[in-house]
């Protein structure tokens, strides 16, 4: 059992933040699976190659998470003073958003459910 009242606990934790330079996007109209594609070549990556890998990905959430990657580097050079040169990927991930449901007419009167999903990227930097 924790020690300290719940509300003690939960200032604790709130206390550490985490000063890594990042960028956030939320609602991004594509499915975390299409998202992870992109995001598994970039991770552990220096941030030069990683825009290299994302500029010329044919995918449709490389122009994406090319955006939000630059974001980040602007994060990092003017919110932290860190230099682009030896900033890499740390982390980047995609979380699942709702989904918005749709309905497609069928043959015979039916309808089918069209899901079209949502994802919230994530791309943290450090310095090495």
């Given amino acids: 059992m924790?020690?300290?009242h719940r509300s003690q606990i939960k200032r604790e934790r709130n206390a550490v933040k985490d000063t890594r330079p990042s960028a956030k996007l939320s609602?991004?109209?594509?499915?975390?699976q299409k998202a992870c594609f992109v995001l598994d070549a970039?991770?552990?990556?220096d941030v030069e190659t990683a825009l290299a890998i994302v500029t010329?990905?044919?995918?449709?959430a490389s122009s994406v998470i090319?955006?939000?990657l630059k974001s980040a580097i602007a994060n990092a050079e003017n919110n932290n003073g860190m230099?682009?040169?030896n900033l890499y990927v740390e982390e980047c991930y995609a979380n699942k958003g709702p989904t918005m449901k749709r309905i497609r007419p069928r043959a015979q009167?039916?309808?089918y459910r069209i899901e079209k999903r949502t994802s919230h990227?994530?791309?943290?930097?450090?310095?090495?």
């Fill in 2 to 4: 924790a020690k300290g």
């Fill in 27 to 32: 609602y991004a109209r594509m499915s975390v």
């Fill in 42 to 45: 970039i991770r552990g990556k």
């Fill in 56 to 60: 010329y990905n044919p995918r449709y």
């Fill in 66 to 68: 090319e955006k939000l």
């Fill in 83 to 85: 230099n682009a040169a």
């Fill in 109 to 111: 009167g039916r309808a």
């Fill in 121 to 128: 990227l994530t791309i943290v930097l450090n310095e090495r």
